[in-house]
């Protein structure tokens, strides 16, 4: 098997115009692309966030899908080898120039929802994808038909108005990419994520989707503020090593506790032990300590 990186933590990826599309570019010879999809639904639970807890999504809980779909499709590699010696291939999960939901669509492996998820036939969305390329040629696999109709149900859920028309979503206006971003905040983005109390990913666009059916176990998606917020180096490896989170680092993710535990006053103590420090996360403890009993931070 061949990889596009071998490194547990790929870099980001090399783009350019028509790359992303262009499977030959990636594995000289190649002729089909076989996509992965691998169903997480049963991360969800139906328990709802206590005061004390943050969203943390359990798409990236562990283990790290990058890792866990990536052996499946090695596995599958090797299977194609097994079928005819001398076979190349190459694997990519959120790792290389490919896109997968391009890909995923035009294998038939789901339609695009309005909300651009990957809507897999009795799985849903919540699934992740991955992509083996070879050089072995194969039958295509024809697209899916589109299944939303009149269905607008995960743009109405978005809290932050992110889509602006089906198929039409802003970045910039998703909690999800404001919670991993490294640079600043704006009043109101820090606003937003404390109310939803966003500690990495969101979910309401999917969770919103009547083809995703989550878990049935009692569980919420949370991590206890105060851990988050006073945690170490060391405890932050405890809680969110090998999770997909992980990269994101710790400054961010205590960053995001700060602005999650805004409302608790129970919290306050943990709050203000984060503002005697230096930092991104310190600054914000200080900003909404000084704004506690106001409307804003
Ligand atoms: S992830 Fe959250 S904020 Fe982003 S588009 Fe979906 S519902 Fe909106
Ligand atoms: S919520 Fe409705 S419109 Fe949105 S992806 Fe699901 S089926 Fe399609």
Redesign the pocket.
Known sequence: MQRLATRPRPPFVRWEPGYCCAPERWLPGAQSVLVGAVSYGHRYGKGVLSPRQGYFSPFAHRPDYHVLVREKLEALGQYLCALKPGTRCLVQVDSGPGCERIFALLAGIGWQ???N?I?VPGHGSFVWLGMLVTDLPLPADEPLPDA?GD????LQACPTGAYSAPYQYAHQRCLAYWASRKGGLSAEEAKLLGKYRIIYGCDFCQL????NDAGNHEGAAGVDLADVLTMSPARFRELFGGTAAEWRGRSVLRRNAVLASAANTELRPALAQVAREQGPAAEWARRVLEHADADDV
């Open positions: 929802g309005k909300n998820f809507i939303c269905c607008r149900r995960c919103a989707c009547p083809h």
